[in-house]
């Protein structure tokens, strides 16, 4: 898959860049990481919470929870900088049930029918449970001095649940990975290339034999032979079609 390739040397040579150009400071925003609880009462999974891609997060590590028996809560004393009408945004698994409470309050659910900036974190990027996006909650009424926000993960499946970070801003605010408000992902790094490192990323682009695995599969080129093998076998199919033979065979 050399477009694969390609895209993934695209990105690499980004890294060398600056991770992200910082926000100036200000008295809009309050920002904390999931793991930064005054008061947590979770419990961690072996796979759920550290089979993910922690380099995929903010301070690179979250708050997470996966429990039969109990749901899981974390509570963040904070300070207000300001009075002023905050949105409440949180990194967390989008597709758990996530509520919040202010102050000892009544609990407030958070809508995730709409989640922003989804992303897969599972390290062997299988489709389960382990995402990150960004929820929304509020406009809060909100007064200058101390607060306590307490989030409690109630998901149906496991009680599980996890949080990457949260803000509360009064600035115009659209997520995007770990970006605060006001920062700005800096334009990639390119390179000079030179005689010394021109077939080093050459190398990089071609295709490698893992990339091309998918060559060496024994595909079956007739859908009723493959049903019959499948059912035999009590396997899945996988049904690849395209504008011309996927295999060359026009």
Not at 50 to 61: I, L
Not at 136 to 149: E, F, M, N, T, V
Request: with cysteine.
């Amino acid at each position: 898959m050399p477009q694969l390739r390609t895209a993934a040397l695209l990105i690499l040579l980004g890294a060398h860049a600056a991770a992200r150009a910082e926000a100036p400071g200000d008295n809009d925003s309050v920002w904390v990481e999931g793991e930064n609880a005054s008061v947590r009462h979770v419990t961690p999974h072996v796979w759920y919470s550290n089979a993910v891609r922690k380099d995929q997060m903010s301070g690179s590590a979250w708050l997470s929870h996966f429990s039969a028996s109990e749901d899981g809560t974390a509570q963040y004393d904070l300070t207000i900088p300001k009075d002023g009408d905050f949105v409440l945004w949180v990194r967390c698994n989008p597709f758990g049930a996530l509520s919040y409470q202010v102050n000892g309050g009544t609990w407030t659910k958070f809508e995730n029918s709409k989640p922003v900036d989804v992303v897969n974190i599972a390290e062997d990027d299988k489709a389960d449970l382990r995402y990150l996006g960004w929820l929304r909650a509020g406009p809060l009424a909100l007064k200058q001095g101390a607060l306590s926000l307490t989030f409690k993960m109630h998901s149906p499946a496991q009680r599980h649940g996890g949080i990457d970070c949260f803000v509360l801003t009064t600035r115009p605010y659209e997520p995007r990975g770990f970006l605060k408000p006001g920062e700005v992902q800096p334009p990639p790094f390119v390179p000079t290339l030179t005689d010394d490192t021109l077939r080093k990323w050459i190398d990089y682009v071609r295709p490698s034999d893992t990339d091309n695995k998918w060559e060496r599969l024994e595909w079956r080129t007739e859908l009723g032979a493959a049903i019959e093998e499948a059912k035999a076998l009590q396997r899945p199919i996988l049904l690849w079609t395209m504008n011309g033979h996927p295999l060359g065979c026009t």
